[in-house]
């Protein structure tokens, strides 16, 4: 680079009136950012509270039916029969 490609972000932020108007819209537009991830980060907690942790990797699909098998064999489909 020729040490140029910066200069017509300076013209624009000398057109907006300098640095201050560009730091107000960031926050103007920050603040529901973080109200949205707040939200998200408080949801994904209610989640685990009520659901519990799960495991993921290769055998967590193994370990999730076989705890459904062992505490509620009644609601299994006809295709899947309990493990012994």
Known sequence: ????????????LLMIGGIRPFQTITVICGVPALAIIALMALSFFKDIRKNGWRLSGENSEDKLTTEIETKHPEVLPPEMPAKE
């Open 1 to 12: 680079m020729d040490g140029h490609g910066n200069v017509p972000g300076i013209i624009a």
